[in-house]
């Protein structure tokens, strides 16, 4: 139980020199990507070497005195480099080795824990030259990252709040309740320029001023982790690897708004993050750090996490408010703001997961450093889940204003399987999507605005030469269509006649007026509807429209798809120069399209094919092609 | 009070009859019940003092809770858009099809499978992946793979079943 600033600080000092204490230090990676790849397993086969060789093993728990140098092995959260998974990090050197498997753990405690030896097959091997990069910082998928949501994740143990403390956790939090007043805090957060990372990009501070000067006794912060947008998890990944930043953030935003409470909403489909984040709050509880005059000051705060039920509008401030009350998410008019009247129809701030993981390094470095960073009117850092064909998918924190280009070639280390880059999807289903011509392109809140896109979540979905654009924009209208909550009109009815259009287009029914059509509903959706969710739920298929414009346009006049993936717009041809006439495909073909002799070349009956790819998929020799 | 009702009440009464405690209170009852049963949102709805309404709308409106029987074994499959330009479509196709689901269908006719489709698993940098119950995540998976997976779970069940089955054979000679 910690009871005052003073024994915050002696806790620090002494989990630290616990902590240096360490020779080596192993962690091994307990984010999603990892456990799912066997990454637990992974780590109790450490753990059981490390009994057998008690003389090494050092206990991190603060009851047990020691005083010898030794080994450490713990999990830690998420590194953002999933796909390489699992990993295993071993401090002090920083050393990171992917993909280990069970059978590794024996050679890589021998040989580096006790022999000191590197073991180079599992070092990660760059992309280009295929030599092995030794330390994770060395990485080019890290080395133009700037971490400050992320600082932790990979880095600390995410149950254990001693070390959480030991990287100057809660210091922030000191300092607020014993240097400034809230007014200050505010001032603080508004000169760092913070913008809201959970997609709208308002200001925080200025959200924070709203509700401090709102009346009213009782006022809640609200942590927004219901991150839905497909395509993005950089929330999930502080969540479960860094879930005390998370709670510290909501603190700082309860003092300098005067609240006493707080909801944590996370979405269903992430159930460790629920558990690190109980196990946290928990943790904080009995340490003192939450609940009534914290560190012996006379600020309280308690914490309640909530479980969403899958539901994607929930996402947006009121509707995610409704679902707290315990009714059908569905948004309501604003004003009145929830600063103003939001849970319980009390003074209500939503902050999004990876903006308050931004505040205890904004308190505690200042607003200069903070706002040094990135470019004048997006300062800091964004972090991006880089995912679809990119060489190297995860999550990446770059100062803001980096260049598409940088982001997708030099960290992400371009696309995979040699494909050529076609468009970014950014930002989610609100978002929109970027061309070539944009690879040089700042990725900022005010640039991306301007290219019809936005910032959103963070998502950045890349994509290669054979992804079709208009059923991109398809794929993104089916998810709105269905997420939509049915409450406003433009959106409930606008997002399913768009639906319509755009399968019409992909199936071979649509037109040119067709286009109009879509353009001109899109706008109506965009003006019209009630909530963030309709209001941006056009914007794939008007930035597609803009773009690739002459694709959509294949489709309606020439009822061809040139990437080739709208089925009902192939051919199906038999190359005659490779046929063998096996005569499989014949005998598969559930239309009866396909005659041929046997050992002679086949072939396909266009009147009757129904193009269901039964013959591509069986045929031995890829001799059926399409155009 | 008939005794199936009677963990209903459990739940109920240790969130107090809370009704901002709705959604929790039937998350923990469908992990119960693997399902929704019309009855018991009726239970529900009178044990806590709020209409039927209330609780059909907020059990329609998230996409969590089911009103139909479901499967023994949920296979979500994750159709985010990393997953989907991975290509998730196909493997949801084949996986429907090794479970010989009509169209229309999603749970198979022995009650052993759902195979549903999920927005986004946040396990991007593993796409396409596929999660079975909740906690077997089938990362970077292909369309042989995930079959095979499920056809393991199949045999793993016929077993059991075969086992059970000779078992009570053994009674029934005793």
Not at chain 1, 15 to 30: D, H
Not at chain 1, 46 to 60: C, G, I, S, T, Y
Not at chain 1, 341 to 360: D, F, H, K, Q, R
Not at chain 1, 432 to 443: I, K, S, W
Request: aromatic share 6%; proline share 4%; charged share 25%.
């Amino acid at each position: 139980m910690l009871r005052s600033r003073a024994e915050l600080n002696a806790f620090k000092e002494k989990a630290l020199t616990k902590i240096n204490s360490i020779e080596k230090r192993i962690l091994v990676c307990a984010g999603t990507g990892c456990v799912a790849n066997g990454s637990l397993k992974i780590f109790d086969r450490f753990k059981q070497l490390l009994n057998e060789r008690p003389e090494l093993a050092v206990d991190l728990e603060l009851q047990k005195e020691h005083s010898h140098q030794g080994v450490d092995a713990h999990i830690s959260g998420c590194h953002g480099f999933c796909q390489m998974g699992p990993l295993v990090r071993i401090e002090p050197r920083g050393t990171l080795y992917c993909k280990v498997q069970l059978d590794d753990v024996v050679e890589i405690f021998e040989e580096h824990i006790i022999n000191n030896r590197l073991v180079t097959r599992l070092l990660y091997h760059d992309y280009q030259s295929q030599s092995p990069v030794e330390t994770q910082d060395e990485i080019p998928f890290y080395k133009n990252q700037f971490r400050i949501a992320l600082a932790n994740c990979g880095r600390i143990d995410p149950d254990s709040i001693e070390d959480y403390i030991a990287h100057d956790g809660y210091q922030s939090l000191s300092r607020v309740l014993f240097e400034m007043t809230p007014d200050e805090v505010i001032r603080e957060v508004l000169d760092s320029g913070l913008r809201g990372r959970g997609g709208g990009g308002f200001p925080t501070g200025r959200k924070w001023l709203f509700a401090r000067e709102a009346s009213g006794e009782k006022k809640y912060i609200i942590c927004n982790g219901d991150e839905g947008d497909p395509g993005a998890f950089m929330d999930r990944s502080v969540m479960e690897g860094d879930p005390h930043r998370v709670i510290e953030g909501m603190m700082l935003a309860g003092y300098a708004v005067g609240a006493d409470e707080g909801y944590i909403y996370v979405r269903a489909e992430y159930p460790l993050a629920v558990k690190r984040l109980r196990h946290a709050v928990a943790t904080a509880v009995k340490s003192g750090l939450l609940g009534e005059n914290i560190l012996g000051s006379d600020f309280n705060f308690k914490i309640n996490i909530k479980e969403g039920a899958g539901a994607f509008v929930c996402g947006e401030e009121t509707a995610l408010i409704a679902s707290i009350e315990g009714e059908r998410g569905m948004p309501r008019p604003r004003p009145p703001f929830p600063a103003v009247s939001g849970l319980w129809g009390c003074p209500t701030i939503i902050n999004n997961v990876e903006t308050l993981a931004n505040l205890p390094a904004i308190v505690l470095k200042g607003a200069e450093w903070f706002s040094s960073i990135g470019v004048s009117t997006s300062t800091g850092t964004k972090t991006f889940a880089l995912a679809g064909q990119v060489a190297h998918t995860g999550l990446v924190e770059v100062p803001m204003g980096l260049t598409l280009k940088e982001i997708v070639f030099d960290i992400g280390g371009g696309l995979r399987d040699n494909k050529v880059f076609k468009a970014v999807q950014i930002g989610g289903p609100s978002g929109g999507c970027l061309t070539r011509e944009h690879l040089d392109l700042p990725l900022d809140y005010d640039s991306l605005q301007m290219a019809g896109a936005m910032v959103g979540s963070g998502g950045l979905v890349v994509m290669g030469e054979d992804t079709c654009m208009v059923e991109v924009a398809k794929f993104f209208m089916g998810f709105v269509q269905n997420e939509s909550c049915g409450k406003c009109v433009p959106c409930r009815e606008g997002t399913r006649g768009m639906l319509e259009l755009l399968n019409r287009i992909v199936t071979g029914g649509g037109t040119e007026e067709d286009l109009s059509l879509l353009e001109e509903l899109a706008l109506i959706v965009k003006d019209g509807s009630l909530c963030g969710l309709g209001k941006t739920a056009p914007n794939p298929v008007l930035t597609t429209l803009k773009y690739f414009r002459s694709e959509y346009e294949a489709h309606v006049r020439d009822k061809k798809c040139p990437a080739g993936v709208c089925k009902d717009l192939l051919d199906y041809r038999i190359d005659p120069s490779t046929c063998k006439g096996c005569g499989l495909c014949k005998k598969l073909c559930p239309a009866d399209a396909i005659s041929g002799e046997r050992k002679e070349p086949h072939w396909i009956d266009q009147e009757k094919c129904i193009k269901c790819g039964t013959c591509i998929s069986k045929c031995k020799f890829g001799s059926i092609v399409t155009n | 009070m008939d005794r199936k009702f009677e963990r209903l009440q459990e739940i109920i009464e240790s969130h107090e009859g809370r009704v901002s405690h709705l959604i929790a209170i039937l998350q923990e009852v469908q992990e119960e019940y693997r399902y929704l049963p019309e009855e018991v949102l009726t239970y529900v709805a009178t044990a806590m003092d709020i209409s039927p309404a209330t609780v059909y709308g907020v059990a329609t409106f998230y996409s969590q809770f089911s009103l139909v029987p479901r499967g023994k074994y949920i296979v979500r499959v994750c159709d985010g858009t990393a997953c989907h330009v991975r290509g998730s479509e196909p493997i949801h196709q084949a996986l429907r099809e090794s479970l010989e689901l009509a169209s229309g269908q999603t749970t198979t006719s022995d009650m052993q499978f759902t195979v549903e489709t999920v927005s986004c698993l946040g396990a991007c940098g593993l796409a396409p992946v596929v999660v079975i119950n909740g906690d077997e995540v089938h990362g970077q998976t292909t369309k042989e793979a995930i079959v095979k997976a499920v056809k393991k779970i199949v045999s793993q069940e016929q077993q059991e079943e075969n086992k059970n089955s000779s078992e009570m054979g053994c009674c029934q000679n005793a």
